[in-house]
């Protein structure tokens, strides 16, 4: 019998990688425009991480944020419309790709601000635990965002006050083009939670079943009352920060490293050779996501753009 | 006269102030090795080397503080920040250090430094990242705000900057780097805290900066199809604030327009229209009108952001008004 988990999870990554070529195509086409941080290299951190969490548990991550919009449950139409700036885009085309959030789904957004998420998280974790709810707010950020005094204070203080929050440093090995061997005092980026006194822990962000353990285990803990936790999960942004990006930090050989070994292929090789999975049940599930995608597109192009007037709508809750 | 981007003018100001004193450096989040996120340092690195041309960590506040301590102590630092929106992470140092030590110790701290950011929305960059908070800085005594419009202005402005012992943010327009101009050849200098007339005209005298000055005389251009001239001061510094010509033009058309990019409340226009009228009341013809942005932080949609912003027809209906 084939484990359905495994096929669910291999269909959020695949998805994933298809919302994100297709991201690329639109922005090329002038159909997206600002700024467009792939996911693509990665999808095994975000799927991993939301194949633990329980619906209560909070998310917020960083402007990357796609992925986290596909895993927290996003319909894809209402992502693809965002990005489009649509009125039926989740953030109603007022955010962007780096805005995407859904608090229905206790999925908290897409922050653009690097390491401004990070106090919020503490937050959201403060009201969860002053209110005796059985939540755990996760937060992801990038290696690079570690260097900003958001962090240390956001991961201080939520320490200090023993709050149900785990830290997810996702690890891609650049901070646009600065690796933390040139940007942070320790590379090993679990020392800076050391340093808070926190349990860490590290593990292969391209490893989506490992992911997905090791968050389980900490989120357990976590709801058994230890106070934060940290992981870095080590992974690799297979394309530029952002479109444009020059790539002069890195050379096209160490991106084929990855690229050859890549957290979907890995995957899916697992998933054949010690799952018994046949190819072309996989092959289905991708034809699938591609169909999904491609439908996202069209509900997207049909969509209305945001009417004038919604210019001045939200601004305040009581106007 | 050589014709060059603004991208270029601001690079060559650098440069060629890094090539005349080794005590400046420049600092800020991928200015090395990526080039300048806007490429505006493409090639210091191999010229310079990384003493001279430092990446920093994602650390605003670090990035400030630091450039403050070290032209404190002798350096004459330029921090770049990334775009202006991330000034607001470093806003203790900008606004309570870099503004306040000279004065608060009694003149004994100098510090040379100039702070340079893109500012300016239109991009589709979201809220976050697409504000134009250049008149927020313009509040505090202690710091001088430099915004030119102009290549030519960038460059001379930036030498100056660059030259001066006062603590300086140096505001750039993000959606200007391409903009060409006429830049003189070899070294000059323009200076600081200086208002320029940019175009001559008798009938209505408008006041603007930075990126609004193209929009300004895009406006004058067709208005002048109709018959009307406007006069087009450039405050290119809005601290310290140089009424002078602003005044004379006023005094010859008696009436204004003032147009700025950043959300109407508060603003400059508030700002230099109060001025206008407390040192040129007895010439006042009608009422100054005011162009700026809506009151909303900016949406990602572009048709909606675009709706925000001030537009060159806003500028000419302003016009058409003082002049009813
Ligand atoms: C306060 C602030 N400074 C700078 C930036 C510009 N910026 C956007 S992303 C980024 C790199 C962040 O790297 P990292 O945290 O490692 O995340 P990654 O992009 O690799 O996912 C920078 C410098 C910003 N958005 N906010």
Redesign the interface.
């Known amino acids: 019998m084939v484990n359905g988990e495994y096929l669910d999870i291999y269909k959020q990554m695949v998805l994933i990688r298809h919302l994100e070529e297709k991201a690329a195509e639109l922005y090329q086409a002038g159909k997206v425009?600002?700024?467009l941080h792939l996911y693509i290299g990665e999808e095994a951190v975000s799927t991993g991480i939301l194949a633990a969490r329980e619906e209560r548990d909070h998310v917020i991550t960083a402007y990357r944020d796609h992925g986290v919009a596909v895993n927290a449950g996003i319909p894809v139409n209402q992502i693809v419309a965002e990005l489009m700036?649509?009125a039926t885009g989740i953030?109603k085309?007022?955010?962007?790709s780096?805005?995407m959030a859904d608090i229905t789904r206790n999925f908290w957004g897409g922050h653009?601000?690097?390491?401004a998420h990070i106090p919020i998280a503490t937050g959201l974790a403060l009201a969860d635990k002053m209110e005796k709810r059985d939540a755990v707010t996760i937060c992801m950020f990038g290696e690079?965002?570690t260097?900003?005094?958001?962090f240390h204070e956001g991961v201080n203080m939520a320490m200090v006050w023993k709050l149900p929050v785990l830290w997810i440093c996702e690890n891609n090995q650049y901070?646009?083009?600065?690796s933390p061997e040139?940007?942070?005092a320790v590379s090993n980026i679990i020392q800076k939670a050391c340093g808070y006194g926190m349990p860490a822990y590290d593990v292969d962000g391209m490893d989506v079943l490992a992911v997905r353990d090791i968050v389980a285990a900490r989120l357990q803990e976590i709801r058994e009352g230890s106070g934060p936790q940290f992981v870095e999960a080590r992974t690799y942004r297979f394309k530029g920060h952002s479109m444009g990006d020059?790539e002069?930090?890195r050379s096209k050989d160490e991106v084929k490293k990855y690229v050859e070994n890549g957290p979907i292929d890995r995957f899916r090789k697992f998933l054949i050779q010690k799952e018994g999975v046949q190819e072309k049940r996989l092959d289905e599930i991708d034809e699938e996501a591609a169909q999904e995608i491609m439908e996202a597109v069209e509900f997207a192009d049909n969509s209305p753009?945001?009417a004038?007037e919604?210019?001045?709508r939200n601004?305040y809750v009581e106007e | 006269m050589a014709i060059i981007t603004m991208r270029e003018a601001i690079s060559q100001a650098i440069w060629e102030e890094m090539e005349r004193d080794e005590k400046v450096f420049i600092m800020g989040e991928e200015v090395g090795v990526w080039g300048g996120t806007y490429a505006v340092t493409k090639g210091f690195l191999d010229h310079f080397g990384e003493e001279r041309v430092r990446d920093t960590p994602i650390a605003e506040s670090a990035i400030v503080g630091s450039a403050i301590g070290a032209a404190l102590n002798g350096l004459r630092p330029i921090a770049e920040l990334m775009t202006i929106n991330f000034a607001f992470v470093a806003m203790d140092q900008i606004v309570n250090q870099a503004a306040k030590l000279h004065y608060m110790f009694g003149g004994q701290m100098v510090l040379p430094l100039v702070i340079r950011a893109p500012s300016g929305g239109g991009r589709q960059l979201g809220a976050t990242h697409s504000q134009t908070p250049d008149v927020i800085f313009a509040h505090f005594p202690g710091l001088k705000v430099v915004a030119p419009g102009t290549p030519a202005d960038a460059k001379g402005l930036l030498k100056s900057a660059i030259r001066s012992d006062d603590p300086i943010l140096f505001i750039e327009n993000a959606t200007l780097y391409q903009m060409r101009g006429e830049v003189p050849e070899g070294e000059y200098t323009i200076p600081i805290g200086k208002s320029t007339v940019q175009r001559v005209g008798k009938d209505v005298t408008i006041v603007t900066y930075s990126k609004m000055v193209k929009y300004c005389l895009d406006a004058a251009e067709q208005l002048a199809k109709d018959g009307i001239e406007v006069e087009i001061v450039d405050l290119r510094s809005l601290r310290p604030l140089d009424m002078g010509p602003v005044i004379t033009s006023f005094k010859k058309t008696n009436r204004a327009v003032i147009v700025e990019e950043s959300w109407l409340s508060y603003g400059i226009g508030a700002e230099v229209s109060t001025r206008i009228y407390e040192e040129a009341f007895d010439y006042v013809d009608t009422p100054i009108q005011r162009v700026a942005q809506k009151e909303v932080p900016l949406p990602y949609n572009r048709h909606l952001e675009q709706l925000a912003l001030p537009q060159i027809a806003d500028i000419i209906q302003a016009v058409k008004e003082v002049l009813r």
């Open positions: 425009g600002g700024f700036g649509k953030s085309g007022r955010g962007g780096m805005h653009a601000i690097v390491g690079g965002a260097n900003i005094g958001f901070g646009m083009g600065t040139r940007a942070s020059p002069r930090y753009e945001p004038d919604d210019l001045f601004i």
